[in-house]
């Protein structure tokens, strides 16, 4: 199996000038750096807000890193302490050495991530690709969470043409001039592409072969292995899933996850609706 790398040292340097230069413009505030040691390669952490305390621990989406909760940082870390991850095997600072095959490998990674920073009680936020590694590790290593939050996660469907045409429209609508994106956003039902600095980004993760595996269909046996509290938020318009038939299937499954469908919210529910996720963030951990 292969690793998540970038093509050649010219991609490595554009992505790696790009990521630095976004970094430096939205990132709200102080911040440390943490390069961590795993089975599957160095990680890049970022710490801010209290210095004690249940830490929030963000996960990224698919070809996303840290910087995706850039807008979320500041009104988070006035709360608790906040650790945002540059998921291994994803664009972005970390390092990925030895291939993720499949859930277990990712939730391994992520506890070692976790015991490396000595968190015993984090509270996960994971966003798409995010949310299914966070479950995983809940399933495989249900010591280290005290709750998840789970931002329409991946996992609750196969990925079909309906999924696979919002994330080509999207694509295509980041190149159009930037006056008529609002417009395309819209249409295409996808309100990252309004986010310049990191569509900047994206471009340039372009050089970077991921290689991390598909999210399967997550079983019920697994569902049922749930056992901290968790919240779903789900896209009523999300071109993942089915919300509705997810927040039933969950409803007879795991009885510790509570449910939310956003209504004007697709798959983009970060930006769709920041306000509204760092508002229910911040309420679950306090639960």
């Given at each position: 199996?292969?690793?998540?790398?970038?093509?050649?040292?010219?991609?490595?340097?554009?992505?790696?000038a790009?990521?630095?230069?976004?970094?430096?413009?939205?990132?709200?505030?102080?911040?440390?750096?943490?390069?961590?040691?795993?089975?599957f390669?160095?990680?890049?952490?970022?710490?801010?807000?209290p210095?004690?305390?249940?830490?929030?621990?963000?996960?990224?989406?698919?070809?996303?890193?840290?910087?995706?909760?850039?807008?979320?940082?500041?009104?988070?870390?006035?709360?608790?302490?906040?650790?945002?991850?540059?998921?291994?095997?994803?664009?972005?600072?970390?390092?990925?050495?030895?291939?993720?095959?499949?859930?277990?490998?990712?939730?391994?990674?992520?506890?070692?991530?976790?015991?490396?920073?000595?968190?015993?009680?984090?509270?996960?936020?994971?966003?798409?690709?995010?949310?299914?590694l966070?479950?995983?590790?809940?399933?495989?290593?249900?010591?280290?969470?005290?709750?998840?939050?789970?931002?329409?996660?991946?996992?609750?469907?196969?990925?079909?043409?309906?999924?696979y045409?919002?994330?080509?429209?999207?694509?295509?609508?980041?190149?159009?001039?930037?006056?008529?994106?609002?417009?395309?956003?819209?249409l295409?039902?996808?309100?990252?592409?309004?986010?310049?600095?990191?569509?900047?980004?994206?471009?340039?993760?372009?050089?970077?072969?991921?290689?991390?595996?598909?999210?399967?269909?997550?079983?019920?046996?697994?569902?049922?292995?749930?056992?901290?509290?968790?919240?779903?938020?789900?896209g009523?318009?999300?071109?993942?899933?089915?919300?509705?038939?997810?927040?039933?299937?969950?409803?007879?499954?795991?009885?510790?996850?509570?449910?939310?469908?956003?209504?004007?919210?697709?798959?983009?529910?970060?930006?769709?609706?920041?306000?509204?996720?760092?508002?229910?963030?911040?309420?679950?951990?306090?639960?």
């Amino acid at each position: 199996m292969r690793i998540g790398e970038f093509k050649n040292d010219q991609a490595r340097e554009r992505f790696r000038a790009a990521y630095e230069q976004t970094l430096a413009e939205l990132w709200p505030g102080p911040r440390t750096a943490l390069d961590l040691p795993t089975t599957f390669g160095t990680t890049r952490v970022y710490r801010t807000g209290p210095p004690s305390g249940e830490p929030i621990v963000l996960l990224p989406g698919s070809g996303g890193n840290a910087l995706m909760w850039h807008r979320y940082i500041d009104t988070l870390a006035r709360h608790r302490p906040v650790i945002a991850v540059d998921t291994v095997g994803e664009p972005g600072a970390s390092v990925q050495t030895t291939p993720i095959r499949d859930g277990q490998d990712g939730a391994a990674w992520l506890d070692e991530v976790l015991a490396v920073l000595e968190v015993t009680d984090a509270q996960l936020v994971g966003c798409s690709y995010g949310g299914w590694l966070a479950i995983n590790h809940q399933i495989h290593h249900p010591r280290r969470a005290a709750s998840l939050t789970l931002v329409d996660p991946a996992g609750f469907a196969d990925f079909g043409p309906r999924f696979y045409a919002w994330l080509i429209a999207g694509g295509l609508a980041t190149a159009a001039p930037r006056p008529l994106r609002p417009r395309l956003a819209r249409l295409v039902g996808n309100s990252a592409i309004l986010e310049s600095e990191l569509m900047g980004l994206m471009r340039a993760s372009m050089g970077f072969r991921r290689a991390l595996p598909i999210p399967p269909v997550l079983s019920d046996e697994e569902l049922r292995r749930l056992r901290v509290p968790s919240l779903f938020l789900l896209g009523a318009r999300s071109a993942m899933h089915d919300s509705r038939k997810v927040a039933e299937r969950l409803g007879r499954l795991a009885p510790s996850a509570s449910v939310e469908i956003v209504p004007d919210a697709g798959h983009a529910l970060p930006t769709d609706k920041p306000e509204l996720v760092a508002e229910r963030i911040l309420h679950a951990i306090e639960q």
